[in-house]
């Protein structure tokens, strides 16, 4: 299995795509009942095989992600070779938690008020070992999929433009 299992709730949501799985695999609604009390191991591989395709399918629409915690917001970019992130976080004491649902002036406001700052970041890498792979483990770790990747490309705009070098006559 290269993901995990899908949970008994998650398959129940997905209970007509995984009819039409089984019945690919010219497995009707009686012989999978049989198979589950005769064979509950080759019924296991069933739904781990189908876990597989699920996942598959959903990590390779996936464009960006996001993880928020009380102190920290990462943003991801997910193209075909390389990942992107830009994240801001809170540097000092405050009571801020980017977790809590609020005005972003007002966020803003209270951090500075406590002394606290605000420091963005950013960075890129290829995918290690593979980018399903590591947008799984992401997702494994919190991350959300973001629709539109509004967070990404609004921290994307804050960042300073790229300092040019003076070139060499």
């Not at 899908?6 to 007509?16: H, I, M, Q, R």
């Not at 002394?115 to 483990?137: N, V």
Request: net charge negative; hydrophobic share 35%; glycine share 6%.
């Amino acid at each position: 299995m290269k993901y995990r299992r899908l949970a008994p709730d998650e398959l129940a949501e997905l209970e007509t795509e995984f009819i039409q799985f089984l019945a690919s695999n010219t497995i009707t609604g009686p012989d999978w009942e049989v198979l589950k009390r005769d064979r509950p191991e080759q019924a296991d591989e069933l739904i781990d095989l189908f876990s597989d395709i699920v996942f598959e399918k959903v990590l390779s629409r996936v464009n960006f992600l996001e993880i928020t915690t009380p102190k920290d917001i990462r943003t991801f970019s997910c193209g075909k070779e390389v990942i992107k992130m830009n994240g801001i976080r809170i540097v000092g004491e405050t009571n801020v938690d980017f977790t809590q649902t609020g005005d972003p002036q007002a966020m803003m406001a209270q951090a500075q008020q406590s002394g606290a700052t605000l420091q963005a970041y950013s960075g890129e890498k290829t995918y290690q070992p593979s980018r399903s792979e590591e947008l799984f483990s992401l997702m494994q770790q919190g991350a959300l999929i973001s629709p539109d990747g509004h967070l990404f490309n609004t921290l994307e705009a804050l960042k300073p433009p790229a300092s040019s070098e003076p070139s060499a006559s």
